[in-house]
């Protein structure tokens, strides 16, 4: 599914942005930045500002701690 595909390119590439998203994946940027918001609400991603654009959305992996 693209979905899966968005966490794995997250995954693997974090911190990056929608339109990097939509250009790996040949997606259109809305479905990207769909994706990214969806992924974020379930808190698999976190939405980071960019410091030098605020239109620019940065999706990152959150860390989690392993004991």
């Given at each position: 599914?693209?979905?899966v595909s968005t ?17 790996a994946l040949g ?41």
């Amino acid at each position: 599914s693209r979905t899966v595909s968005t966490v794995l390119f997250v995954g693997e590439n974090a911190p990056t942005s929608a339109a990097d998203i939509a250009r790996a994946l040949g997606q259109p940027h809305q479905l990207a930045t769909q994706r990214v918001d969806l992924l974020t609400q379930l808190g698999i991603f976190e939405r980071i500002s960019d410091p030098d654009d605020a239109r620019r959305l940065i999706a990152d992996t959150p860390l989690t701690e392993v004991d």
